[in-house]
């Protein structure tokens, strides 16, 4: 079984278990960058109403009751972030900007989804000589985990994305699918008066796992990262920060306090992971295969809830069709469990 599963859960896998897959360049009218820039009208408007929604635990952190800093919608990594040392550094060394695309709403409802639409294009060169750190903590401290990671073997790739096409109509790859629906769920979700802030906005961007959770933790209340399967399965798996992973059926004693995930953010993860595997399969007729934990380099830089949904599996002939034709209401089941996570 062991094999099995790790066989049927290549893309989550590949988080962690690096492999390197060239895809080519795509064009799509529905990628087109857009951003909108935060204004001082949004500060006075956001605190209000974030004061007066705080009926779910889920508003702890309270980075929605801020404006968010953007340079014309762009929002840069802080200087001082701790992730910033163990992040992917550019082929000469240099440290490239880490950065992140602000949407706001009409009328901000005071909570702040950060939508990440997983893996973007690595056929760059310099991709495949961006290397990012496993767990973004000193070796020293991963003594009590059960983990390989450590020294040299502690980086990884961080972009990793598969080019197997859909069995459905042989052309959508997975960052070509995730990106359709991170930009459907975007503009559903700023209807519904959310601010959104999505990882990438067209195929040519790219961003490592750990920056991603990094830029996250900064700007968003929580986080949702957007997948396609494959392994010759079937079904919608999400997947929530724990010690045991899933895909290799490992524990991995501490790991969740030695990333400094709290039990809290544990629970509201898996509060939404569940929402999420529940409302996708129910209105798509996808088949539910759970939320699960998994050890993730998205998850070890995180600090906020967070969840990662593989929709299901581009290489099945059954999943593959609902991938292709049921985008919308994909999206529309996404942000129907957001609503439930903040209590809507
Ligand atoms: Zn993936």
Redesign the pocket.
């Given at each position: 079984m062991r094999k099995y599963r790790i066989k049927h859960i290549i893309?989550?896998g590949?988080?962690l278990i690096s492999i390197v897959a060239g895809i080519s360049n795509v064009n799509a009218s529905t990628a087109k960058r857009k951003v909108r820039p935060v204004t001082r009208n949004n500060q006075a408007e956001t605190t209000s109403v974030a004061n007066s929604t705080s009926e779910t635990k889920a508003t702890q952190n309270q980075t929605s009751a801020k404006s968010i800093p953007t340079d014309n919608g762009v929002y840069h990594l802080s200087k001082d972030s701790k992730y910033r040392p163990y992040l992917w550094k550019n082929a000469d060394g240099k440290t490239p900007d880490y950065v992140a695309y602000v949407f706001e709403p009409e009328v901000f409802n005071g909570h702040t989804v950060f939508v990440d639409a997983?893996?973007g294009n690595n056929s760059a060169p310099e991709a495949s000589q961006k290397r990012e750190k496993y767990y973004p903590v000193e070796d020293s401290k991963l003594s009590g985990m059960n983990t390989s990671m450590v020294g040299s073997k502690a980086y990884g790739y961080g972009v990793e994305?598969?080019n197997t096409r859909s069995v459905y109509d042989n052309t959508e790859i997975?960052p070509e699918f995730?990106l359709r629906v991170s930009l459907l769920l975007k503009d559903k979700l700023l209807k519904k008066g959310y601010r959104v802030v999505m990882s990438r906005t067209d195929y040519n961007q790219n961003l490592s796992n750990g920056a991603r959770s990094a830029l996250a933790g900064e700007t968003s209340d929580i986080m949702v990262s957007i997948?396609?399967?494959t392994g010759r399965s079937s079904g919608t798996l999400t997947f929530y920060p724990g010690d045991k992973d899933y895909i290799s059926e490992e524990t991995y004693p501490g790991y969740t306090s030695i990333m400094g995930l709290t039990q809290e953010n544990i629970d509201l993860s898996k509060k939404l992971a569940e929402s999420m595997a529940n409302n996708i399969t129910s209105s798509t007729g996808l088949k539910n295969k759970g939320a699960h934990t998994a050890v993730l380099r998205i998850f070890s830089y995180s600090s906020i809830p967070t969840c990662l949904v593989?929709v299901g599996f581009a290489d099945n002939i059954t999943d593959a069709a609902i991938l292709g034709t049921k985008k919308d209401l994909i999206a529309s089941s996404m942000a129907q469990s957001i609503d439930q996570y903040f209590g809507k």
């Open positions: 893309c989550a590949v988080l997983g893996h994305a598969r997975e995730s997948h396609s399967n593989e």
